[in-house]
């Protein structure tokens, strides 16, 4: 009768792929085609490795010839009389400090070899995460993605290290140590150890097979602690205002149990690993041990050749021990490391076209044609939308929310690809050119500028990094920013702290629009730039948001009407469909959904005041 698959087997057979196929993607990094060096140190790495085995092989001969000489014994007289037992015991010494120097130097070699490697894995992970499409790090979690990164490329380090010089020398070791007690004493003796290293290695993968379980079980709940600590120190604020500390604090403390509870049967675990292999080990270096002293007694063997074996058990025992530790933490690196090279192959949803040419900016012309567009195969957000924006207009886009405005911004620069029509700029294919050249010629002031913890001079220069001090000065003026920072004891080298929380929400938002003015883009897309922002504020700030779009091409995404009324032409979008375009004063005179919306907000204004 067949044996029935369960779902342990399956998830065993698919450990074991994962894991054949981290070391296939792990091992061009050891022998690269276009490095030579790489090659080179690892088998110089491989030959120290080599020549530390066999110094510590032979070195048991050296104690066994001291024990003998001074016990009067079996000892070879030419040997005694060119060395002496004074000698033998300095030679042992000698050999047991060769064999660590050679250890030491098979590191050394094999140090910058791992090194590049986690380098460019890191550096591969990091740009490909980049690469991926705006839908993915919607859904994805910050927190976990960083400890997959996190545990991944640590993985790497520990893979290379141990694969190679842990379980390759134990495995060579033991070996040698073989063929010494076969051909030195007997078969008996090499039986006895085969079988309980057979035994010992047989407990070991299997009690560890069980806690690689509970240590997934562990990291899971690690992930979810660390991931929950980070959304909650995100959104500090919300926080804040709704007193949720407490809450907030058992969130947290509920996933840290969850994580002490599979930590403690990790713990448990380990206990009882350790003990089993103890008490394996122990019995078969009990076993080796009474037929080395029976030997002799009989007068077959010398007190040197009972100290020899000794000598071999203990040798074996100590890499024996590591075993079980050693098999775990491959096992785990290999399933971060599956992990992380699972999202080096997720796919990146938007992608240049093989042999795509550079975005070729003559005007600045943008036209949507027909454009259509959908998140989910569900619900169709833009249904064919026709808007063309000629090269140094301003065009406004308005409309309740979800009506598809904020997804416009979002095509045009291409975080997503249309599902039918299409999005040209000068008569070229979004889809046609590279992203690099179509980002460049792109400017976006967004409703929350959002800056990394640096200083105010890099956040601005980020614009242009090969800006000098002058030209990031200049574009801070034009965004009437620079009197402000030079108040700041330290200037433009102030810190603005995470996501720019040091700062105003005006204040950051002239750093947003000075950092476009650097950037001197041709096409400028302003999404609801200054709705987050006070009224008094955003009279100031749509000033320079004025002046920053002269000469070139904007396209305004707006919540406040009040802010538009200056613009070319108004394009009002309903449930993805363009309803109304014209201007201000044309929209109000038709009195359609602009003149509704316009109403609406004036009453709101007035109420307010």
Same mark, same amino acid.
């Given at each position: ?32 085609a ?25 070195t ?17 007289p ?10 033998l ?116 993968f299997?009690?560890t097979?069980w ?5 997934k ?106 075993l ?23 796919p ?20 949507l ?18 808007v ?14 979800g ?19 299409a ?57 009437? !920013?620079?009197?402000?920072? +030079? *108040?700041?004891? $330290?200037?433009?080298?102030?810190? /603005?702290? @995470? %996501? &720019? ?47 920053m ?7 305004? !995404?707006?919540?406040?009407? +009040? *802010?538009?009324? $200056?613009?070319?032409?108004?394009? /009002?979008? @309903? %449930? &993805? ?33």
């Amino acid at each position: 009768m067949a044996r029935r698959t369960t779902m342990t087997d399956w998830d065993s057979e698919a450990a074991r792929r994962s894991g054949w196929r981290t070391i296939r993607r792990v091992a061009p990094y050891l022998w690269p085609a276009a490095h030579p060096w790489v090659k080179w140190r690892v088998v110089l790495a491989l030959a120290a490795l080599f020549v530390a085995k066999l110094v510590a092989v032979g070195t048991p001969f050296f104690y066994k010839a001291a024990v003998d000489a001074l016990a009067g014994e079996g000892a070879d007289p030419v040997m005694m009389l060119a060395i002496g037992a004074v000698g033998l015991t300095v030679a042992y010494g000698m050999a047991r400090l060769m064999t660590v120097g050679f250890q030491q130097l098979r590191d050394v070699i094999f140090a910058r070899v791992g090194q590049r490697a986690l380098r460019q894995l890191a550096l591969e992970t990091f740009r490909h995460i980049h690469a991926l499409s705006l839908r993915y790090h919607i859904t994805r979690k910050t927190g976990g993605l960083s400890r997959i990164i996190e545990r991944g490329v640590k993985g790497v380090e520990f893979l290379l290290r141990f694969l190679l010089f842990s379980i390759g020398p134990l495995i060579l070791e033991l070996a040698m140590i073989s063929v010494v007690l076969a051909v030195v004493f007997d078969l008996w003796y090499l039986a006895v150890v085969v079988i309980t290293i057979g035994i010992y290695i047989w407990f070991t993968f299997k009690v560890t097979e069980w806690r690689v379980k509970i240590r997934k079980e562990m990291n899971d709940q690690d992930t979810d602690a660390n991931q929950k600590a980070i959304d909650s120190l995100l959104n500090f604020e919300t926080v804040k205002y709704f007193g949720a500390e407490g809450r907030e604090a058992a969130r947290y403390d509920g996933a840290m149990e969850r994580y002490e509870a599979a930590a403690l049967k990790t713990s448990y675990s380990l206990a009882f690993l350790n003990f089993g292999q103890s008490l394996l080990i122990t019995t078969g270096l009990v076993i080796v041990m009474v037929m080395a002293a029976l030997g002799v007694q009989s007068g077959a063997l010398t007190v040197g050749d009972f100290v020899m074996v000794n000598a071999y058990m203990i040798q074996i025992t100590m890499p024996l021990n590591f075993l079980g530790t050693v098999y775990r933490e491959i096992r785990q690196a290999l399933v971060d490391m599956g992990e992380m090279f699972d999202l080096l192959e997720q796919p990146a949803e938007v992608q240049d076209k093989p042999g795509a040419p550079a975005l070729k900016v003559q005007g600045g012309k943008v036209e949507l044609d027909d454009v259509r567009f959908s998140y989910e195969d569900t619900r169709a957000v833009l249904k064919g939308v026709s808007v063309a924006v000629g090269a140094g207009q301003t065009v406004a886009i308005v409309g309740p929310s979800g009506s598809g405005k904020s997804t416009i911004g979002r095509l045009l620069f291409r975080f997503y690809d249309v599902s039918g029509g299409a999005f040209r700029i000068d008569g070229q294919d979004l889809r046609d050119v590279t992203q690099d050249s179509l980002h460049a010629a792109i400017g976006v002031v967004p409703q929350d500028t959002v800056l990394f913890n640096d200083s105010i001079y890099y956040n601005i220069a980020y614009g242009r990094p090969d800006a000098g001090r002058g030209e990031v000065e200049a574009a801070a003026m034009a965004a009437k !920013i620079h009197d402000f920072i +030079s *108040t700041l004891p $330290d200037g433009y080298d102030t810190q /603005v702290g @995470e %996501r &720019g929380l040091k700062l105003s929400g005006g204040e950051k938002q002239r750093v947003g629009i000075a950092r476009t003015l650097l950037k001197n883009p041709p096409i400028l897309l302003l999404d609801e730039a200054t709705s987050a922002l006070d009224s008094e504020t955003e009279r100031d700030i749509q000033d320079e948001l004025r002046a920053m779009g002269e000469g070139r091409t904007v396209i305004t !995404i707006a919540h406040r009407l +009040s *802010t538009i009324v $200056d613009a070319d032409r108004i394009v /009002v979008l @309903e %449930r &993805g469909e363009v309803v109304e375009e014209g201007r201000h004063e044309d929209l109000l005179i038709r009195g359609g959904r602009y003149a509704a919306m316009w109403q609406r907000q004036a009453a709101e204004q007035d109420e307010a005041a």
